[in-house]
């Protein structure tokens, strides 16, 4: 059984459709990179997955680990392993970055019927993650991304998917806006994620990102269609002719 | 801060849970006010005759007010018109005349405040903090008076300190908010039952909180307490106050005077956390909490600091105050102010700056949920004499939901070129984009409004003693309950 199954998907945001039938199917251990011109519906695609309820699903269905994803709120997709790294991550002031991140490892910990985590046992985990982001340890109280630059935004992304292990993890144009040094922790801390058990969907715009993170599969999003799938090399091949469909 | 989410949702899941009503024999007097009730009151308490006068001359100005519609019409607040002949003014529960021990405290007063999770058992209480427990119109017990005694500190009811320390109270007594000052404290100072009165004297360091609980449990009765704190030459005090009462359909009036003198090199913190019935999810019932709070710091280098945290009554009309006398003082206000459901609240901070180098402080934070109408009201007044006064005043709102309002009035004076003044203001709505980013990340929508609610009044928190923080949290909380759909 696949572990992310799209079919037919179709999308309203404020009456405008802008999914037209996404078929996509996605197994445990494999990465896929949705590319695409800007306005294609490829963020629309990522919220959608996370359960964000301004988008409308007019017609199609999800399934994820068996279940119907759509029947799913949205902290319950994130108890259930889904995980959006955002392409704009939220500031939260006043909540300390380390406490954020263990209320929710906890809240996941307890949908799952496991004890809550305590703040003893916390830290250390909460500090290995940092190194794998080459993170200062400074970013552990700050207010959650309250004054962090764009880097240490995104890099804090997936120092929050390293802590909650998702089946799904879901990254959002996590490139854009990174210096070439932040793009490659960036690409190590995802490539360190990469298991047999988990699943990647690699949203981006260009192809930089992935000679540091290689997909299996590259699709193509074009006007709220797929309108290519291939493997890696496709990347390539879009990098010189564009996302223009061959005739 | 080791807020534990799980407590939170258990506690939100919960209706106001200090509802509840002790039945206990009362002694209470008809309703009504007059000359008659006043002198009542005072021979109950067997004050001396300055007391006695002290009230009646208090009574007749209020009642010259009352006469001329004088209650204050200013806030922004809306509530009908209070029948001040339909109140009980003075209700006790009915005990031995006196208290040798705790344990010959009616055992269901000592239930009532076990419940309220107040023990007044010395032996349970938590070490550090020393509690005087204002039940009805009186003070029923207060803990830790004897070794406070023996480093000189004198914490008791005001009844007490009438009667053994007449002197200071003489000296003391509306010295800060005289019996005239407003409509409300000048009701206060002719029919105030009891309170609490502290006296910490010269260059001591009071080495435990000090904290009054006061629970209002009659029904139809006004509770109307007054607080006196001195703090002499170089000493110290750390003072917080709480407050509940039962759920009860009709409004019931609160209105507390509260007096803090801080001489020279002294410092009076003083902590709030208000939790008085805010009526139901209709807006029927809850507590009129019209409260008169100021403190002057008197002497040089003295610094008085107060902390609020609302999220009872149905109304509250209140600005805690500090009056900056002496060179180099020091006046700060942290507040969170939260109004749910009807709730409203129209509360603030007057800084009065009379001697030079004074300097304030004051951080607002007001949230406002369903049709809950919150203002900040907020004066600095710097005189003519203050050379080189200063102020930082930052005033934040938050709102939750689309039928709840938030209001800032803030009134600035300066008479002195040489001061400093710096205003930051800001209204926020709870962001769709906030909520979602916490529950991507497996949040309930409760606890995210939660969790962007206490990042929000931060700043304010951690002002708080450490166990009234962790308190504070939870009530925000509970009291947040509804607000999300």
Known sequence: MSLLEIKNLHVKVDNHEILKGIDLTVNAGEVHSI?????????????????????????????????????????????????????????????????????????????????EMDAMDFLPLFREKLKLLEMDEKLLNRSVNEGFSGGEKKRNEILQMALLEPKLAVLDETDSGLDIDALRIVAKGVNTLRSPDRAMIVVTHYQRLLNYIVPDF??????????????????????ETGYAVPA | MSTNLDTIRDLAEREYKWGFITDIEEERIPKGLSEDVIRIISAKKQEPEFMLEWRLKAYRHWASLEKS????????????????????????????????SLDQLDPEILRTYEKLGIPLTEQKMLAGVAVDAVFDSVSVATTFKGKLAELGIIFCSFSEAVRNHPELVKKYLGSVVPASDNFFAALNAAVFSDGSFVYVPKGVRCPMELSTYFRINAAETGQFERTLIVADDGASVSYLEGCTAPIRDENQLHAAVVELVALDNAQIK????????????????????????????????????????????AITWKYPSCILQGDNSVGEFYSVALTNNYQQADTGTKM????????????????????GQNTYRGQ???????????????????????????????YIEVRNSSARMEHEASTSKIGEDQMFYLRQRGL???????MIVNGFCKRVFRELPMEFAVEAQKLLSVSLEGSVG
């Open chain 2, 380 to 410: 600095v007044k710097i005189l003519k004499g203050a050379q080189g006064a200063r102020n930082y005043t930052q005033c934040d709102s938050l709102l939750i939901g689309d039928k709840c309002g938030a209001h800032t009035f803030p």
């Open chain 1, 35 to 115: 590319m695409g011109p800007n306005g294609s519906g490829k963020s629309t695609l990522a919220q959608v997955l996370a359960r964000r309820e301004a988008y409308d699903v007019t017609e199609g269905q999800i399934i994820y680990n068996g279940k119907d994803l759509l029947e799913m709120k949205a902290e319950d997709a994130a108890c259930e392993g889904v995980f959006l790294a955002f392409q704009y991550p939220v500031e939260i002031p006043g909540i300390g970055n380390a406490y954020f991140m263990r209320s929710a490892l906890n809240a996941v910990r307890k949908y799952h019927g496991l004890d």
């Open chain 2, 270 to 313: 003083y902590s709030t956390v208000q939790n008085w019935y805010p009526g139901d999810k209709q807006g029927k019932g809850g507590i009129y909490n019209f409260v008169t709070k100021r403190g002057k710091c008197a002497g040089v280098n003295s610094k008085i600091s107060w902390t609020q945290v609302e999220t009872g009554s």
């Open chain 1, 218 to 239: 590259v699709h193509v999003l074009v006007n709220g269609r797929i309108v290519r799938s291939g493997g890696p090399e496709l990347a390539l091949q879009l990098e």
């Open chain 2, 69 to 100: 519609q004088a209650e204050p019409k200013w806030a922004n607040v809306k509530y009908p018109a209070i029948d001040y002949q339909n109140i009980v003014y003075y209700s006790a529960p009915k005990q031995k005349p006196k208290l040798e």
């Open chain 2, 352 to 371: 009065i700056h009379i001697g030079k180098n004074t300097r304030s402080t004051i951080v607002s934070k007001g949230i406002s949920a369903g049709h």
């Open chain 2, 444 to 450: 309930k929508a409760e606890d995210a409004v939660s």
